[in-house]
Each structure stands twice: as C-alpha cells, then as structure tokens.
C-alpha cells in the first residue's frame, strides 16, 4: 500500500530560482493515488541543494533526495533519478519548470489506465521567456503520435510527459543513451523511442510550463552553443530515423541538419 503509482522524477542543477515552484506544482497535484517526488540533486553551488533537503525533510514520505558527494553530470543524475524511481508510472518535471494544472497526473494516468496498449501520454505546455515574460502554446497545432510525425516535429515537451516505467527501462536497456555522448539531451531520444515501439496519445489541454532561460543548452543566446544542440537534435533524430524508420525521411533530416545554422540565427 505503500508504494507510489506515479513517480515524479525531477532532476536539479542551480535552480535555487525555481525548485519551489517546481516541486509545490506536483505538491499540489489532486490524485486518488500515491505520488513520489525523486529529486536528483547534482551538488549545485547554489541554494538548491539546501531548498531540495528542506522538503525531503518537511514530506518524507514524498519527497526522496538522490544525491552524492560530487556532480556527476547531467546524464547520469537524470539516470540515476529515474533508476530511484518505484512508481508504476514515470513523470517527469524538470527543476526549472513547473505543472500549472492540478488535474494533470490524474487525466493522464486516467488514459494510460483505460489503454493498456498505450505506453506514453502527454499535453499540450506553455513556453514562457523568463526574461521578459512572453509565451506561447507548445505545439500550437496538431499533437504528434505516429513515430514518423514525431521525427518530423517532436512535439512531447519533457515536463508533460508520463510514461510506464517499464517502458522507459526497455529504452535504456536497448539504446544507451550513454553511448552516445554527443547527443545533449535525454528526452528527446527516448519519446522517439517509445513512439517507434508502441502507441502514444495526449491530452489537449495546457498542464505544464516550460521555462525558457539564456543560460541553458536548448534556448542559449549564445550562437555556438545553441548550434551544438540543434545540431544535436538533427543526429539524434538520423540515427532514429535509420535505426527504426528505414530511412524514410532520411532526405528530410539531412536537409534540415544543413540548415541547422540558419535556424540558430533567427
């Protein structure tokens, strides 16, 4: 009984800013079942990890800190943190964003429930600048679902995400993504994934923002760094494109990935 169904895994690096708020919005979540929050704290040098033991004291029974003695990286505390995770289901809600609907785990583990043929369920985020307050609504249009669309326009956004754990395992224990180095980040690989091997679905509704901040590695002002990770992306969704898609839109990418420097500059 006293194990969770939803493990909420949030992994933190200086979010001293936004940890709060992230972890209150899943506080606040109204479900019928138990949630666990798995914080992956990675020895920030800030408040952070000071902030993220404050409420695994004050919740012990939710909240649960992974942590160690020296950074470790990004990709390996996002590992670890889902590694931690007992729930039945993952969700996933990175330390700078947070869930603006309290009815979001429940509409999404409603759906997986009712589909068991159904591995992956996500919604509609809002995207807002930190620096001057301006958003818009991620995707603006049609939620992809098919592994091809979601190759074309990958419109799962990682903080709207629940998945069965079980499924995400699969992918870690096929892929490695830590082979892979040169590919900085970790959702976006493994959403193809899921969608290559078994049905998705999502809901139509905003649940999530999505904070866009200078300083990180997908929305840097930096040009070269932001280059890096769109080309990035263009590798990662080749790879997938060749590994599961039969090179189908081989074409497609490639012309995309030598573009990748004109997208940067607008």
């Known amino acids: ?26 506080l606040a979540q109204q479900t019928t079942f138990r949630v666990e929050i798995v914080l992956g704290e990675d020895c920030s040098t800030d408040s952070t990890a000071e902030i993220c033991r404050r409420y695994a004291e004050q919740y012990p029974d939710i909240v649960r800190l ?17 590694a931690a995770a007992r729930g039945e289901y993952i969700a996933l809600c990175d330390g700078d964003d947070w869930w603006c609907d309290a009815q979001k785990l429940a509409l999404q583990v409603e759906a997986l429930e009712a589909d068991k043929e159904c591995a992956m369920c996500y919604t509609r985020s809002e995207r807002r600048w930190e620096e ?29 995400t629940v998945a069965r754990r079980e499924v995400v395992e699969r992918y870690y224990a096929e892929v490695r993504p830590d082979e892979h180095p040169e590919w900085l980040t970790d959702d976006l690989p493994m959403w193809l994934w899921v969608s290559a091997h078994y049905r998705i679905c999502y809901i ?15 929305h840097s002002d930096d040009y070269h760094r932001r280059l890096r990770f769109c080309d990035s992306l263009a590798d990662i969704m080749l790879w997938f494109d060749e590994r599961y898609g039969g090179r189908k839109l081989h074409r497609f990418l490639a012309r995309r990935k030598q573009n990748v420097a004109l997208w940067t500059l607008s």
């Open 66 to 82: 992974i942590t160690s003695e020296r950074n470790v990286g990004w990709r390996a505390n996002y590992r670890r943190t889902i």
């Open 204 to 218: 139509d509704r905003v649940c999530a923002v999505h904070r866009l901040l200078t300083t990180s590695v997908s």
């Open 132 to 160: 001057d307050g301006s958003s818009h609504i991620y995707p603006a249009g049609e939620c992809h679902t098919s592994f091809e669309d979601m190759l074309r326009l990958n419109t799962a956004e990682n903080s709207t």
């Open 1 to 26: 009984m006293n194990t969770p169904l939803v493990s909420v895994c949030m992994t933190t690096y200086n979010h001293a800013r936004y940890i709060a708020q992230a972890i209150e919005s899943v």
